[in-house]
């Protein structure tokens, strides 16, 4: 486990190895575990990203503020930004939990980078940890319209067909697949008047239709771009595209993944850790 690789990544080396060792262990691997680790970085997180956007939105009010803070900190965030670190090959797991995949768990990958940056905290205190999260998250800002941000896919589907007066997608489990506790779906998204047919994978029935939205979403508005009046006779040519693994929520969450990343994600409650258990 090359260590110094993951604290490369984060852009931060700890003094103190013991805390970095302590932050990827899941209570399944030791008494010695990231759960404390994990409250603390959550608080953490939460004041940074409250401050970046208190910077950097000065038109949006507290309510809006709240809905977008609540979604970039949200479990399907972090996870995001967990794959990106490839923080999975660095967990520490007992044996039960990396027989059932833990490693590639939402929930447990959100963990340890909240216990990462409660552990950075501990090591060197607020300042750096700060620099840690704004470097994660102000590339996500520079990319994202923050009027979109905390929409979801389906709903972003549906008001964009409604602005075109065209009727709601049909979604249908087209099948599943996998042993019962870790099954995937497979979905499909119809828009038969653009002559829209796409798929979309996720670990429930709302991930994999949010998957399937955000391909039909893309689709209908390249449809639209080449065929203005698609509203008439003409219809775009059906476009039958088979999506592998773009919703990559366990069934344990049913969050969904969306539009561009973290562009879009499903507004959370703003007690955020209820959407992360």
């Known amino acids: 486990m090359n260590l110094q690789l993951l604290q490369t990544r984060l852009g931060y080396t700890f003094q103190d190895a013991g805390l970095l060792q302590q932050a990827l262990t899941h209570r399944s691997h030791s008494s010695l575990h990231n759960e ?8 953490i997180l939460n004041c940074v990203v409250a401050s970046i956007l208190y910077e ?12 977008l803070r609540a ?4 479990q399907q965030s972090l996870y995001e930004i967990a794959q990106k670190l490839e923080l999975s090959q660095f967990l520490r797991l007992g044996e039960g939990e ?3 995949g833990g490693f590639r768990r939402p929930s447990i990958l959100a963990d340890t980078l909240e216990a990462l940056l409660g552990a950075i905290f501990l090591d060197a205190g607020f300042d750096p940890a700060r620099d840690v999260i704004r470097a994660f998250y102000i590339p996500i800002l ?4 923050p009027q979109t941000l905390g929409k979801d896919a389906k709903t972003l589907l549906q008001e964009f067909l409604q602005s075109k007066k065209i009727s709601l997608p049909q979604y249908n489990v087209v099948a599943t697949h996998g042993a019962a506790h870790s099954q995937e779906f497979e979905i499909e998204c119809l828009v038969p008047k653009l002559g829209i047919q796409v798929y979309g994978r996720g670990g429930s029935r709302r991930a994999g239709e949010q998957a399937a939205a955000k391909l039909a979403l893309d689709v209908a508005e390249q449809a639209m771009l080449k065929t203005p009046a698609a509203g008439r006779k003409s219809k775009p040519r059906a476009t039958q595209l088979k999506l592998a693994g773009i919703a990559t929520i366990q069934s344990e969450s049913g969050a969904p993944a969306d539009r561009a990343g973290l562009a879009a ?8 850790k209820q959407n992360r258990h």
């Open 71 to 74: 979604n970039l900190v949200k």
């Open 142 to 145: 520079d990319s994202v319209d």
């Open 98 to 100: 990396l027989k059932s």
């Open 36 to 43: 404390r680790l994990e409250f603390l970085g959550d608080s």
């Open 265 to 272: 994600l499903a507004p959370a409650a703003p007690n955020t």
């Open 56 to 67: 950097r939105y000065a038109a949006i009010d507290e309510g809006d503020l709240s809905r």
